[in-house]
Nanobody, 127 residues
């Protein structure tokens, strides 16, 4: 059974920082590339960042490039998303997900590449 638990969200001032964590079940975590997505009210779920299973390849949406950093600790089974310089367009429910592919797909940015999702963690930015 896949278990994903996001944490670390909350309220942050514009320009501030937050770090999201995603604790994943051991069978899943170290074997597969992982991704972060977000969904704001009334909008579709959108890609934020992805990381290969060894952590050597990372990809970012243009909207977060240079501000967010995805990383993983396979020994602890935790995926991270460091979010700096928070902007007004960043508030959303943030989700982590494994791809269940052995290597990073060229479609890493597509939500339908990720069959399992956590419950989501809310990030709110105050101006």
């Amino acid at each position: 059974q896949v278990q994903l638990e996001e944490s670390g969200g909350g309220l942050v001032q514009a320009g501030g920082s937050l770090r999201l964590s995603c604790a994943a079940s051991g069978r899943i975590f170290s074997n597969y590339p992982m991704g972060w997505f977000r969904q704001a009210p009334g909008k579709e779920r959108e890609f934020v960042a992805a990381i290969s299973r060894g952590g050597t390849l990372v990809y970012y949406a243009d909207s977060v490039k240079g501000r967010f950093t995805i990383s993983r600790d396979n020994a602890k089974n935790i995926l991270y998303l460091q979010m700096n310089s928070q902007k007004a367009e960043d508030p959303a429910l943030y989700y982590c997900a494994p791809t269940l592919r052995m290597t990073m797909s060229s479609s890493y940015y597509r939500a339908d590449e990720y069959p399992y999702w956590g419950q989501g963690n809310q990030v709110t930015v105050s101006s």
